[in-house]
């Protein structure tokens, strides 16, 4: 049962793809989450149903909408090529974006539900002690609000490494650039005689999903301050 | 302190859904109870006179000091107006121990302003042994001291009490009793106390102000 270089590249890609969807997704889904829990606008309907989206439309929809706005020849992929030099199509990148889009329901959700469950009135009370609102955000709101938000990145992360329909459809197959664990599982399923590699791989994802939620439940342990805190 | 002004001089109405809120009082010095039944609008006058809500009309002065003027168009935000603001469910924030909770607004306070410090608070309201305690480890009475020893190492200007006795037991509600009484004699800040209770009210205040009906 040794693990061949090849899944080594596989499960390396799939913790690169998956982390740099999390990391980027991060400030969008808690501005997004912010947004939804504590402002009244018009249009808030409207910007809830989109960050949902992806949870309810087939992943082969999303891949094509982002291989219509971000491909080559897309207006979003020609912005960030011609301005930031980044392109999206049968790259690692884009394999995170898919990832990214497809996780960001379920981390909005979290981070949403954790911040609604901030109290305000301690945060009218840090208000009659002088702190201005940046201040009352940074030492009341962000720590209260951190075992979800915790959450939320633990849950983007579980989805980004599960994430297959919309990454194969927009990015496609390609070892070593878009073949993730999911992609390289199916892959090896396409193949007769294979069943030790999917099983090897099977498990792989299985420890890869156990060892992200127990870690979540330690850091949301740590950042509880003597309350208690689950992540799940 | 400023003994001569008057020390509350406040003409507030506000409408809250189909509820109209008024109160209309003056007073000098020690503690000015606002009595009346729950549902009355205390708690609101009260967040009036925080900054916490807005009065659709009127002037809030004290200690010679206006507040909130809505015909000078003046509405001093909350976190300037120096009130030492002991809430009914205390407040204590969560994640921080009894120390940081007790100098959240000490470390906010321009040091001039500072009348106080951790070791005269602490031994005041007799809680040196709670500093590395988590909030929710607290009594409810040790809970009310930490939240009084907060809001006086606030260096604030002036004392908000909303029931601050409402959810303690007969025992405990005596020992804050105490430490109000001292407060009001030792420290001679203006106090603006809540309460739907006469009893209380008839033993703490030096003016009261019935409020609703």
Redesign the interface.
């Given at each position: 049962m040794a693990i061949t270089p090849e899944e080594w590249e596989v499960i390396a890609l799939s913790l690169k793809v998956s982390g740099v969807a999390v990391a980027g997704s991060l400030p969008i889904a808690f501005g997004l989450a912010w947004l939804l829990a504590r402002r009244r606008f018009p249009g808030r309907i409207l910007v809830d149903a989109l960050v949902h989206l992806p949870l309810v439309l087939p992943p082969v929809v999303t891949g094509w909408l982002l291989l219509l706005a971000f491909g080559n020849t897309g207006p979003a992929g020609r912005w960030f090529s011609e301005t930031l030099g980044i392109t999206f199509m049968f790259r690692w990148t884009g394999a995170a974006l898919a990832a990214a889009i497809m996780a960001l329901p379920l981390m909005v959700r979290a981070m949403r539900l954790s911040i609604e469950a901030v109290?305000q009135?301690?945060e009218?009370?840090?208000?009659?002690?002088?702190?201005?609102r940046a201040?009352i955000f940074s030492?009341?709101t962000l720590?209260?609000a951190l075992p979800g938000l915790l959450a939320g990145m633990v849950l983007g992360f579980a989805r980004s490494l599960g994430e297959f329909g919309a990454t194969i459809t927009f990015v496609s197959n390609i070892p070593g650039e878009t073949r993730t664990l999911p992609i390289a599982i199916y892959s090896a399923l396409q193949m007769p005689g294979s069943e030790a590699d999917v099983a090897r791989l099977s498990l792989i994802a299985v420890a890869l999903s156990l060892a992200a939620l127990v870690a979540s439940e330690v850091l949301v342990r740590r950042a509880g301050?003597?309350?208690a805190g689950h992540v799940l | 302190m400023e003994g001569l002004a008057m020390s509350f001089d406040v003409r507030v109405e506000r409408q809250l859904g189909d509820r109209h809120i008024t109160a209309s009082f003056s007073s000098e010095g020690g503690l000015t109870a606002l009595l009346g039944p729950s549902g009355a609008g205390k708690t609101s006058v009260q967040n009036m006179v925080a900054g916490l809500l807005r009065p659709d009309a009127g002037r809030i002065m004290v200690g010679g000091k206006v507040l909130f003027d809505n015909e000078k168009k003046i509405d001093i935000p909350a976190r300037q107006r120096r009130a030492g603001y002991v809430f009914q469910d205390s407040r204590l924030f969560p994640h921080l121990r009894v120390r940081d909770n007790l100098l959240y607004g000490w470390a906010l306070a321009a040091p001039v302003d500072r009348w106080m410090n951790l070791d005269e608070a602490t031994r005041f309201l007799g809680i040196a042994h709670l500093l590395d305690r988590w909030p929710r480890t607290l009594s409810g009475g040790e809970a009310q001291r930490v939240a009084i020893g907060r809001a006086l190492l606030s260096a604030p200007r002036f004392l908000l009490l909303d029931e601050p006795l409402a959810s303690l037991d007969p025992a405990r509600r005596d020992e804050i009793m105490t430490v109000i009484e001292r407060l009001r004699d030792d420290l001679k800040l203006p106090i603006l106390y809540v309460s739907h209770d006469r009893d209380e009210v008839e033993r703490l205040a030096t003016t009261i102000v019935p409020i609703g009906r």
């Open positions: 109290d009135r301690l009218q009370a840090a208000e009659t002690l002088g702190a201005s201040r030492t009341i720590p209260l301050h003597g309350r | -």
